[in-house]
């Protein structure tokens, strides 16, 4: 059944009834805002697979405006194959998540076992702070060094022995009240971008070479210090829709017994 749209206060501004005012979006034009907004309901999966929107006339109304301006949002939605047109149903949400090799990248990482199979990898948080970007960091981010940043390092198992140690930098000029601690910091990075600030993943970057382990990663790869061992070294740097830098993030796996699997439809 047709559903009420939540309007989001983060990046709207409200009119004297209470509806949103097109002078509020400036960044983008309207009509992507309000695809956004309709996006960032899907892919949190508010709006499921099957869900019936209400009519355009009462999305325009909900959101505050213009008929033309939400026909514009639904016709590239429509495009896309987020949403498709049922005769005696109306518009519905078809499952298909938009960007789709984007979306894997709010719950998937892509190391896999020498068979093809996606690995299932529990995640240990080792260090979370709050700290000035390195110059490397401030160059993946675009911003100055010294800029405060929030870190995470975490681990990832398969079957008891680690495979990859990540290492997560977000500039706190986009989420200032990122966590600061282990026990706050979020699981799913992207997902918690998305929720608190409305930032959806549009594009990643990736450079991959391989290296010798550094002392570091031999620590948290749990390998003997006195061992050359060779890691896969992921460079990842994401992108907002506005093409801000969202996420930095520096990947050290292990490819004995896996390997990483790019995968792009």
């Given at each position: 059944m047709a559903g009420k749209v939540d309007v989001d206060p983060q990046v709207q501004e409200e009119g004297s009834d209470g509806t949103l005012t097109e002078g509020a979006l400036v960044k983008t034009p309207l009509h992507e805002q309000v695809k956004e907004r309709i996006l960032r309901r899907i892919i949190l999966g508010t709006w499921g697979e099957g869900f019936v929107l209400p009519p355009e006339t009462e999305l325009a109304r909900q959101f505050g405006v213009s008929y033309g301006t939400i026909r514009r949002a639904m016709t590239d939605l429509t495009a896309s194959g987020v949403i498709m047109r049922r005769r005696k149903t109306g518009t519905v949400v078809t499952g298909r998540t938009p960007h789709h090799s984007m979306s894997q990248f709010y719950r998937y990482y892509r190391l896999?076992?020498?068979?093809?199979?996606?690995?299932?990898?529990?995640?240990?948080?080792?260090?979370?702070?709050?700290?000035?970007?390195?110059?490397?960091?401030?160059?993946?981010?675009?911003?100055?060094?010294?800029?405060p940043v929030a870190f995470m390092l975490r681990r990832r198992f398969h079957e008891g022995r680690v495979v990859m140690v990540d290492r997560v930098t977000v500039p706190l000029a986009l989420a200032p009240d990122f966590p600061a601690t282990i026990e706050?910091?979020?699981?799913?990075?992207?997902?918690?971008?998305?929720e608190h600030h409305g930032l959806r993943l549009a594009a990643v970057r990736e450079k991959l070479v391989a290296r010798l382990a550094t002392p570091e990663d031999l620590k948290w790869l749990e390998l003997p210090a006195d061992a050359p061992r060779a890691v896969l070294d992921i460079e990842?740097?994401?992108?907002d829709s506005l093409n801000r830098p969202l996420v930095a993030m520096r990947h050290a796996a292990l490819t004995e017994d896996h390997c990483y699997i790019n995968e792009i439809r």
């Open positions: 896999h076992g020498r068979d093809g199979r996606l690995l299932n990898s529990d995640t240990v948080l080792a260090d979370a702070c709050h700290r000035p970007a390195t110059q490397s960091e401030a160059e993946l981010l675009e911003i100055p060094a010294g800029a706050e910091m979020p699981t799913l990075v992207y997902k918690w971008l998305l990842e740097v994401s992108y």
